[in-house]
């Protein structure tokens, strides 16, 4: 009779534990693998947590992983943020990434905002997350004009110009909503009509836009083919980008840099949606309060954000104008009524004057007035400079001699002398 062995309980414990962790030397798929083609394992169950497919593939730190490869989940894999992308376009020398945040004028994050660049139709688009973020693959070494997009809101432009293989993050975006006051308009009517925003008030002063429609004038849009078509009637809306605390970060596209953060609104058609363009064939007429106290007489610099795609555009300056009774206007700030011929000048017509009392424009407070050839986003601003009441230094000629113009800080005034060379040597 053969002998039976004994195996000790130890040893007998060490095989059990070694078919239990190879999951029975099986050749079988385990269930959730790639083989198997089954769903991945509930995270509550016994067979381990769930791999987000989503999630950015980890980089293997010793392998050298270039740039273009570890930000490539962005644009290709299981699911990627950013679609309908030419793939082919990204060259691995020169890939970059675009980052930010979007915002509402509350301050709170923006999911789902619509980010492209409609020039480069090849890079696709991308969303922004439950935060407000998104990143955004471009070719670096170049400038790229994107455009942020949400149902709501008005649109705004950024432009990003990162170096290749690299990440640029830019300023937070603050998207807002088109002003709640519709203005009816009918265009070819042979009446003045006024339209007005709401009032802004923030750490300025108060102030409204107000336009004014001369009789006749006839509107017609104008698409990114360039094809047009009359308009009949639509309902105007003023809204104005550079109130309260959003700042600079409501503007629906950054200034030049020689451009001042002044004042700047949409003048927007419901009827004409967010990329037609309306244009008159006699300029419209915008008054706003002139709410920083500029001299009468002084001209205001506009532009306007025609194609937002390709940034500002100077336009014809307006003038600062002060209403006095009768109505009459003063534009040089001599205090006394413009002539006849000097208003014709300015396009100022007995018309106009006769509509401003209708308008709310008082007797007595100064405006800034600018003609307006179509309704798109303006913005109206004074480059950047010394304060108006600026004086030249003693050891200065204000031609180019050694001295700077004294320059203001909360009424505090101080002198900088310059050495010959152009180094400052000395303040007071």
């Known amino acids: 009779m053969p002998r039976r062995i004994r195996w000790p309980a130890a040893l007998v414990f060490l095989f059990a534990f070694a078919l239990s962790a190879c999951g029975g030397c099986s050749d079988e798929p385990l269930p959730g693998s790639p083989v198997d083609g089954g769903q991945p394992p509930d995270p509550n169950g016994e067979a381990g947590p769930i791999v987000d497919p989503c999630a950015p593939p980890a980089i293997d730190g010793t392998a050298g992983a270039s740039f273009a490869d570890a930000v490539r989940f962005l644009y290709d894999g299981a699911c990627p943020r950013q679609t309908s992308v030419d793939k082919a376009v990204f060259e691995a020398t020169r890939v970059s990434v675009v980052r930010g945040r979007v915002l509402d004028e509350a301050g709170k994050s923006l ?57 640029l993050t830019l300023e937070d975006v603050t998207l807002i909503a088109p002003s709640a006051k519709g203005n009816p308009l009918t265009f070819g009517q042979g009446d003045w009509q006024v339209a007005s925003g709401e009032p802004s008030a923030d750490q300025n002063d108060t102030r409204t836009a107000v336009v004014l429609v001369p009789p006749g004038t006839r509107a017609e849009t104008i698409k990114a083919d360039g094809s047009k078509a009359a308009l009949a009637n639509g309902t105007l809306r003023i809204t104005e980008f550079s109130r309260g605390a959003p700042g600079p970060s409501a503007m629906p596209g950054e200034l030049p840099p020689a451009s001042a953060y002044t004042y700047a609104s949409g003048f927007s058609l419901d009827e004409a949606g967010p990329d037609v363009r309306v244009a008159f064939d006699t300029p419209v007429i915008t008054y706003v309060d002139n709410f920083l106290h500029m001299k009468v007489g002084a ?74 050839s179509h309704f798109s986003s303006w913005d109206l601003n004074w480059p950047f400079g010394p304060p108006p009441s600026s004086v030249f230094p003693p050891d200065g000629d204000g031609k180019g001699g050694p001295g700077l113009p004294c320059l203001g800080n909360g009424g505090s005034w101080f002198v900088v002398s310059v050495s010959p060379a152009g180094f400052p040597i000395h303040s007071s």
């Open 299 to 372: 001209p205001v610099p506009a532009g306007a954000l025609e194609d937002g795609d390709s940034g500002w555009k100077a336009e014809p300056s307006g003038v600062i104008v002060a209403i006095l009774p009768g109505p009459a206007i003063d534009a040089n700030g001599d205090g006394q009524p413009e002539s006849a011929d000097d208003l014709a000048k300015l396009g100022i017509t007995a018309g106009e004057l006769a509509v401003l009392a209708k308008a709310n424009l008082a007797a007595g407070k100064s405006y800034l007035r600018v003609p307006m």
């Open 111 to 167: 999911a789902n905002v619509r980010v492209r660049a409609p020039r480069e139709s090849r890079y696709g688009e991308t969303r922004t997350d439950g935060e407000g973020r998104f990143g955004y693959v471009v070719l670096g070494g170049s400038s790229t004009r994107l455009r942020f997009e949400l149902n709501g809101k008005l649109l705004a432009h950024r432009t990003a110009e990162p170096k290749p293989n690299r990440y």
